[in-house]
């Protein structure tokens, strides 16, 4: 994904979630964990998001966080 795509992506969703809305790093399919995202390193032309600590006792993230888009709360699969 290209910069102006992310930058682009998040500007839609704010309008559906706010610009307080909490920004979190879904990874591993396969075994879904998510994480809150630490900080963002420019290393020569690419750009790195590092994952933080899990924030909740329950470290799987929602299986439709790789759909991309809205979903509705009730959309987070198994």
């Known amino acids: 994904m290209k910069i102006q795509e992310l930058i682009a992506e998040l500007e839609h969703l704010a309008e559906y979630a706010g610009e307080d809305a909490e920004v979190m790093l879904a990874t591993q399919p396969q075994w879904p964990l998510q994480a809150y995202v630490a900080t963002v390193t420019l290393v020569g032309n690419t750009i790195y998001i590092a994952e933080g600590p899990s924030p909740y006792s329950d470290p799987y993230a929602p ?16």
């Open 63 to 78: 299986r439709v966080a790789w759909e991309g888009g809205l979903a509705s709360e009730g959309d987070e699969g198994e």
